[in-house]
Structure formats: C-alpha cells, structure tokens
C-alpha cells in the first residue's frame, strides 16, 4: 500500500479539461505502478462554473489515503533564462508531489529564472516542463526526457514534435527553446533564445 502523494495538474479552458484522455491515463499507470486502489476519474470531477474567459488550473492531490482538488487561474511564468544543472542519477518518472530533488537543483539557478538539467550529458526537461527545440524548420524533443509530460504525448502523437538524443553540446545548433507542460503548448510561446541558456 503507498501512501506517496501525486499530483496531476489539468488544464481548463472553455470550461473543459484539455487533453483528459492523457490525464487519466498516467492517472492510471500511477495508480497501477504504486499500488493505489483509490478509483479516480477526471471526467466525473465538477468544474465549477465561471463568467471570465480566464484559463484555470485543476491540480489534483492523491494517494492511497488522500484525494483533493483545487482550482485557480493560471498565470503563465515569466521565463527568460535557464541555468544548465547537471544530476546523472536523477528520476522523476511520475508527478510525486515531493520534490526534494528537483527544488534541490533549481536552488542552484543563481540568477536565472529556472533550470536546465542535464544527466549523462542529455539535456531533459526543466524544473517543470518538458523542453522542445526548433532548428529553423523542425520541433524537437529529447529522448532522455525525466517525465514523459501529457502535452509533450500529445505533440508527439500529433507529429508536431519529433523526439531525438540532444546532448549538451548540441544546443547551439538551435535557435530557439520551448517549455511545454499540461497548461503551455507550442503556441502559447513561452520560450527563450538558446542564447540565454548559462
């Protein structure tokens, strides 16, 4: 029996939760992996009414012992600067809420807005996203990803994006860094210059 707390964070938008199918899924996986008999469901989940156009953020806690909702409105992060961390023996496969290890490296960002790390010599993800790069005419994603995040499934699937090994060294042949996670796709365009990767 696990008591390991997750999260799932979902977006809604139009008063719908955007890409639930892939959700419910890792939703699943998690339960499976972890032992959690807890039977979650993220279409049954009430969405509660609103008169803004704002886009909100559903996040969802549970375990085997606990369950909880919350709903606020999101607000994009401002990004304009990563720090190259380097951790070879780092794994975040699932959303635990804990986060030790993470907030760990994003300590060491100094006076960038967040983090890129590295492990082996292959760039993964943020301390919250998943990353995509664009050469002038491709998208691409790294194989070595630490979380195979939702939104990054679906551009996948949809051959938005294509997934490759990108080492560290191979940054400079790119022009441009996406993040990508539940609540930011390609268009939502919060990206930087590989310039300002330190």
Do not use: W
């Amino acid at each position: 029996m696990s008591s390991t707390r997750f999260i799932e964070s979902l977006k809604i938008e139009g008063e719908r939760f955007s890409n639930i199918e892939l959700h419910q899924q890792r939703v699943d996986l998690t339960c499976k992996a972890f032992s959690i008999n807890r039977k979650i469901k993220i279409k049954n989940i009430p969405i509660p009414q609103s008169n803004d156009a704002l886009v909100k953020k559903c996040r969802i806690v549970y375990s085997e012992d606990d369950f909880s909702i919350s709903f606020t409105p999101y607000r994009q992060r401002k990004i304009e600067s990563l720090r190259v961390v380097f951790d070879d023996t780092i794994d975040y496969g699932f959303k635990f809420e804990e986060r030790e290890r993470l907030n760990g490296l994003f300590d060491k960002r100094g006076d960038c807005d967040d983090i890129l790390i590295v492990k082996n010599g292959c760039l993964t993800d943020t301390s919250f996203s998943n990353i995509v790069l664009f050469d002038g005419d491709k998208y691409f994603t790294p194989s070595s990803f630490l979380l195979n995040g939702t939104m990054r499934q679906k551009l996948l699937r949809d051959k938005i994006i294509f997934e490759k090994e990108i080492k560290l060294e191979d940054i400079h042949s790119f022009k441009k860094l996406y993040l990508i996670n539940a609540l930011n796709s390609l268009e939502d365009n919060l990206s930087i210059s590989v310039e300002n990767i330190y």
